[in-house]
């Protein structure tokens, strides 16, 4: 992977293929690898004659990992993927991002819509317009910084820190990561999110119980539209052949 050194740190990205810019934005504790690399996202792209950017958040990856939580915030990590766009003077590419990546590529597009195309939110729905509970901003650091997963509750916080440990993850940035963004929480409104007026797709899993609604979402957006994929959850969507599918159909702009 090359390197770029932003105001955040040294920020990790692949520059694959040839054709329209795509920037791909990766998921809480994944990278760039994990996500888009292995799951067949930059050869299904890369064959569909697209340049394919794919960079690692800070704190993941590759990219520096900063353990202080004031490192961390939504506007940082979208001025990180900007400012490697504007490296690579791409201009004007589609984002795709997953999850944690959905919500930076929804601050993109909300902050700098003349800089981006297409936008494409994965494995997020309604639910994003919800606040986090105390209980649920808590314990995924706290279970990122046991002593071992065998020692913590079956939940989503156990399956983070299964996740980000089978990768090899940094445990310590990851924590700091999750405490960052959760004191920087960016809460969106109906409002704001409609003032996002690029032509955009909000795709998620029936089963992901995470995101809710990719249709409730689409409605809160300036020109969206939303497709539930049936037979996928939060963790497994970006692996799944109809998911695949879905944002491709969108971005050859195939009908429904």
């Not at 810019?21 to 792209?45: C, Y």
């Not at 919500?103 to 195309?117: G, I, T």
Request: charged share 20%; hydrophobic share 45%.
């Amino acid at each position: 992977m090359a390197s770029l050194t932003t105001k955040s740190g040294e920020i990790s990205f692949t520059d694959e293929g040839a054709g329209d810019g795509i920037v791909l934005v990766h998921g809480f504790a994944a990278s760039a690898q994990e996500n888009w690399v292995k799951a067949g996202w930059v050869t299904m792209l890369t064959r569909a004659k697209r340049r394919v950017i794919a960079l690692d958040l800070l704190g993941h990856g590759h990219s520096a990992k900063p353990h202080n939580p004031g490192a961390y915030t939504f506007q940082g990590l979208a001025d990180d993927v900007l400012a490697v766009v504007d490296h690579l003077q791409v201009k004007k590419p589609d984002v795709i991002g997953f999850s944690l990546g959905a919500r930076v590529a929804l601050d993109l597009l909300s902050r700098h819509p003349n800089r981006f195309l297409l936008g494409v939110f994965c494995g997020v729905g309604e639910r994003l317009l919800v606040p986090h509970d105390v209980k649920d901003r808590i314990a995924l650091p706290e279970a990122l910084e046991a002593l071992s997963a065998d020692t913590l509750e079956a939940g989503l916080a156990k399956q983070f820190r299964q996740f980000a440990e089978a990768q090899g993850q940094d445990l310590k940035a990851l924590a700091a990561c999750s405490r960052g963004l959760n004191l920087a929480a960016m809460e969106w409104s109906r409002d704001a999110l409609r003032e996002i007026r690029n032509e955009s797709l909000v795709v998620a899993g029936s089963g992901d119980d995470l995101a809710g609604s990719a249709a409730g979402l689409a409605s809160s957006l300036g020109n969206a539209k939303g497709k539930q994929v049936p037979g996928c959850g939060h963790m497994d969507c970006l692996t799944q052949p109809m998911f695949k599918a879905a944002v491709m159909d969108f971005l050859a702009g195939v009908p429904d």
